[in-house]
């Protein structure tokens, strides 16, 4: 069974410092896709990365940088030099390519940021 | 926010009331996925659904809640009777997947209901 893991609840930082974001995920699939979602407090869900199993580079975004480990099967999430303008909840998710053709996504517990100005 | 667009964004429901939350994924994309948010928590999957066609509702209570994707129009997640417990944040999303998995879904703004 797939299952993602958030570990941090609830994380603060002061503005300009950075932060990584856990993520541990468990499949039984050889392919699976990884997500991270960030919810502000307005309330939508915003799509920030996607990334499939066979694809282990790091990806760099502006201040965001995803470290994808299969050996832990973990998808950590850094944010360089953070705004107050980051704090939100952010979700990592999962979703199994397995014998479905349709794309259920499985969405860890969330971890909310809150950066302090 | 990627074009799929939920209504109503608020909807206030007296116990014992009928809820009627609406989908319209985005343009191109047949394939509707609803989420619940319960406070504090994270997103659960409900249902997906094609066009006509339920394919995957094991995340649906068994009863008091159903879900329907007409060949026209948008999705719709209705709840009956509500109870307190209602109250979420309902999340529609859409992709377009044609037979493969792996497509990034691209979620709506919400629908808040809340139940008195």
């Known amino acids: 069974a797939q299952k993602v893991t958030q570990a941090q609840t609830e994380i603060s930082v002061v503005e300009k410092e950075d932060v990584t974001l856990d993520c541990v995920y468990e499949?039984?699939?050889?392919?699976?896709?990884l997500f991270w979602y960030k919810q502000p407090p307005s309330g939508e869900l915003v799509f920030l990365i996607r990334?499939?199993?066979?694809?282990?580079q790091n990806e760099i975004s502006g201040r965001y940088s995803w470290n994808f480990q299969k050996s832990t099967s973990s998808f950590n999430f850094t944010i360089t030099a953070s705004q107050v303008v980051d704090s939100a909840v952010y979700f990592c998710?999962?979703?199994?390519?397995?014998?479905?053709?349709?794309?259920?996504?499985?969405f860890g517990p969330g971890t909310s940021l809150s950066v302090i100005p | 926010n990627a074009g799929v667009m939920q209504n109503p964004r608020h909807l206030v429901r007296r116990r014992g009331q009928e809820a009627r939350l609406r989908c319209s994924p985005m343009?191109?994309?047949?394939?509707v996925y609803w989420y619940r948010q319960l406070p504090e928590e994270g997103l659960k999957f409900m249902v997906y659904?094609?066009?006509?066609?339920?394919?995957?509702e094991s995340g649906m209570p068994k009863e008091r809640f159903s879900a329907e994707f007409p060949k026209e129009g948008p999705s719709i997640l209705r709840i009956q009777q509500v109870v307190r417990g209602d109250s979420a944040a309902y999340f529609c999303?859409?992709?377009?997947?044609?037979?493969?998995?792996?497509?990034?879904?691209?979620f709506g703004e919400g629908s808040w209901l809340t139940v008195v």
């Open positions: 999303a859409s992709s377009p997947s044609q037979g493969i998995s792996g497509n990034t879904i691209y």
């Open positions: 499949t039984r699939d050889t392919t699976y896709y």
């Open positions: 990334r499939n199993s066979f694809d282990e």
């Open positions: 998710a999962l979703s199994e390519a397995g014998e479905t053709s349709y794309d259920k996504v499985i």
């Open positions: 343009k191109g994309h047949s394939h």
């Open positions: 659904l094609q066009k006509e066609n339920i394919i995957d």
